[in-house]
């Protein structure tokens, strides 16, 4: 365990108590031992340290009598106030983003994944190296090649270039050959489903309770990461294809949802999203926000959706289906958990399905 300390500033947001938890909860899934905390109201950030001098002397005081290694900061920093500030508190400085990643590094288990995870550390290393030292200052030529050559600087940069290019291949074709098998599935007319929502929504849960499946679910944020796909029986000639996605999270950078562009690729393709949020959460509609912020990233905002009301054993909800004034399901109110409401998911579900696979027999029998 890395014993660490949180520092968040107040610059008058929305939810910052929230924010602030949210932070602690994703230090603890990096195996973080947090033995401190540190906020303070701003009205904008210092340029320098993000915090002010004040405020980094008080941390790095407080570090030093408490043996902190690691000073974890819920916003994204500078890699100028990174640097400034672990030269001010004397140990080693993280922001939200490095944070993320190094979850998303200790959770990605399939090939894509990894290859993702990699692609976005050195896309946020790359605006971070630094070198400064003497010993550095570049490489001798020889004859005809005299002076101070290529710095050690701009020789790392370079071969980051060159992996990142090299990454970027790999997963362009991993890209294409999702595009075949979606091809297939297009000319099969087959039913896809994906499950988004806010980590630790309990999509993975939801996921295993109607696929009846076994992937990895676990109360923590990011329990996720990799896309997996099940087919799954509805009734007498009705299936449909499910895919679980990895979980949104507020102030997700843009580097990221870049990254994890081809994972999110089946939201894009899906011809129905459930939307699953946390109905006991108290901020549970700011996350539905962030959620389809991120949905809009991705080019995937037009996916008829149905909210999932999960985790409704938490809270004072009964089992309900809701439909809008025209008769479409709206929401569906669940606990994945333990099994209520599944059923009725399950029915509506199949009354989508067949509707589907309706449209597609009608479309496939008139007159070209």
């Known amino acids: 365990m890395t014993r660490s300390v949180l520092v968040a500033l107040d610059l008058g947001q929305f939810e910052f108590a929230e924010s602030l938890d949210e932070l602690a909860l994703l230090a603890k899934s990096a195996g973080a031992e947090i033995v401190g905390s540190f906020s303070s109201k701003r009205r904008s950030p210092d340029p320098a340290t993000f915090i002010g001098s004040g405020k980094a002397a008080e941390i790095a005081d407080f570090c030093a009598a408490s043996e902190v ?118 000319r099969r ?47 007498e000639g009705v299936d449909m294809v499910l895919s679980d996605t990895v979980g949104f999270i507020r102030d997700l950078s843009h580097s990221l949802i870049e990254a994890f562009k081809a994972t999110l690729e089946s939201t894009v ?23 389809n912020m991120v949905l809009q990233e991705v080019d995937a905002q037009e996916v008829p959706q149905i909210l999932i009301w999960n985790k409704i054993d938490a809270c004072e909800r009964d089992v309900a289906v809701e439909r809008d004034q025209d008769g479409k399901i709206s929401s569906v109110s669940v606990s994945a958990r333990y099994g209520l409401g599944l059923p009725e998911l399950r029915q509506c579900l199949t009354e989508l399905a067949s509707e589907f696979y309706l449209r597609n027999k009608a479309k496939s029998v008139l007159p070209t």
């Open 69 to 186: 290694e690691l000073v974890i900061f819920n916003h994204a920093l500078s890699p100028a106030q990174q640097r400034n500030l672990e030269g001010a508190l004397k140990v080693r400085v993280i922001d939200r983003t490095g944070l993320i990643l190094d979850i998303f590094a200790i959770r990605a288990q399939s090939f894509e994944g990894k290859l993702q995870v990699e692609l976005a550390q050195l896309q946020y290393l790359a605006s971070r190296l630094v070198r400064s030292r003497s010993d550095l200052t570049g490489q001798q030529g020889g004859i005809g090649m005299r002076g101070p050559g290529e710095t050690q600087l701009e020789t790392d940069r370079r071969l980051i270039g060159v992996k990142v290019k090299q990454l970027k291949a790999r997963l362009e074709k991993l890209r294409k050959q999702r595009q075949t098998q979606r091809r297939q599935r297009e």
């Open 189 to 235: 007319g087959q039913f896809t489903v994906a499950i988004v929502g806010y980590t630790n929504a309990g999509k993975s849960t939801l996921f295993n309770a109607v696929a009846s499946s076994k992937a990895y679910a676990a109360d923590q944020l990011f329990a996720t990461l990799d896309t997996t796909s099940r087919r799954v029986y509805l009734a």
């Open 269 to 291: 393709q899906a011809d129905l999203l459930l939307h699953v949020v946390d109905a006991s959460a108290p901020n549970r509609h700011s996350q539905i926000e962030e959620v």
